[in-house]
């Protein structure tokens, strides 16, 4: 089965925060065999120490794919620590064979500020991530004036902001010629 509309297979996985499961052998036996799934989303919030190459081992052994979803604010770390933090996670992505992260982008007092921050270390990290062949995605959250929480990533604006100023590689080609 492809993707609709690509010529690459079409990959179903699970987030590991959606499903039951007690050790990693669990999560993978799990989504393969119980649920027949090609992909595990890992938290943040559900791995530390050696959880990260323990899924990297059972990746290459099962033919589960991996990913990894991060609990950060890169906007609220400021430009240096963001751009730290990021490079921290993109370290335990390659533990894991993670092919994505998962971020949100964040909040911040200031919207336009925030965005900028944003787009800011997403320009820094891009030629990292691309050049580890994991793909930095950003996901969309609440829009900025929900329940004042001032969440950035919540409008379609927010990510052409980010079309328009970083460099996303070959990944974003394909989004902006369709």
């Known amino acids: 089965m492809t993707a609709p509309g690509l010529d690459t297979p079409l990959t179903l996985g699970i987030s590991c925060l959606h499903y039951a499961w007690g050790p ?3 999560a993978f036996a799990r989504a393969q065999h119980e649920f027949g799934l090609h992909l595990i989303e890992f938290s943040t919030t559900r791995l530390d120490g050696d959880d990260y190459d323990r899924c990297g081992r059972l990746a290459t052994e099962t033919g589960i ?3 990894l979803h991060a609990w950060k604010n890169p906007a609220d770390l400021g430009f240096a620590a963001a751009v730290e933090e990021g ?3 993109l370290k335990l992505c390659q533990r894991m064979r993670a092919e994505y992260l998962v971020l949100h982008f964040g909040s911040y007092p ?5 965005l900028q921050l944003v787009a800011d270390v997403c320009r820094e990290l891009a030629p990292l991530y691309e050049a580890a062949g994991v793909v ?3 996901e969309n959250h609440y829009p900025f004036a929900y329940h004042g929480l001032n969440e950035l990533g919540g409008e379609p604006a927010d990510f052409h902001l980010l079309f328009e ?3 996303f590689g070959e990944g974003l080609a394909g989004i902006r010629n369709r």
């Open 24 to 26: 990693l052998e669990q």
């Open 65 to 67: 794919r991996t990913s």
């Open 87 to 89: 490079t921290r996670l």
């Open 110 to 114: 200031e919207r336009d500020e925030g």
């Open 136 to 138: 930095y995605c950003l």
């Open 165 to 167: 100023q970083v460099d």
